[in-house]
């Protein structure tokens, strides 16, 4: 079984940076590609960075050279670096496996853009 924290989520005005880190228990994390989502009040949970677990990486358009995705596997950790975030960057932000599994799903953090 694996569990997912993520953390790192605030407020922060627009064109701020913010970095999530997301914390999986489990020694069998290094074989997951793992992915970010985020679900937007009224809006469905989608993901928009992706990372195997050889380090390559994919985004959607909308966070392609702000957003980058990295991961330690020595620490179990993946991260999300934001930059140049927009208010519409608001949204609730998890991490899960790719593809998702319903088991994985933690917590989330919170990421306002907003002046």
């Known amino acids: 079984q694996v569990q997912l924290v993520e953390s790192g989520g605030g407020l922060v005005q627009p064109g701020g940076s913010l970095r999530l880190s997301c914390a999986a228990s489990g020694s069998i994390f290094s074989i997951y590609a793992m992915g970010w989502y985020r679900q937007a009040p009224g809006k469905q949970r989608d993901l928009i960075a992706g990372?195997?677990?050889?380090?390559?990486?994919n985004y959607v358009d909308s966070v392609k050279g702000r957003f980058t995705i990295s991961r330690d596997n020595a620490k179990n950790t993946v991260y999300l670096q934001m930059n140049s975030l927009k208010p519409e960057d608001t949204a609730v932000y998890y991490c899960?496996?790719?593809?998702?599994?319903?088991?994985?799903w933690g917590q989330g953090t919170q990421v306002t853009v907003s002046s």
């Open positions: 990372i195997t677990s050889g380090g390559s990486t």
């Open positions: 899960n496996a790719l593809p998702a599994r319903g088991d994985y």
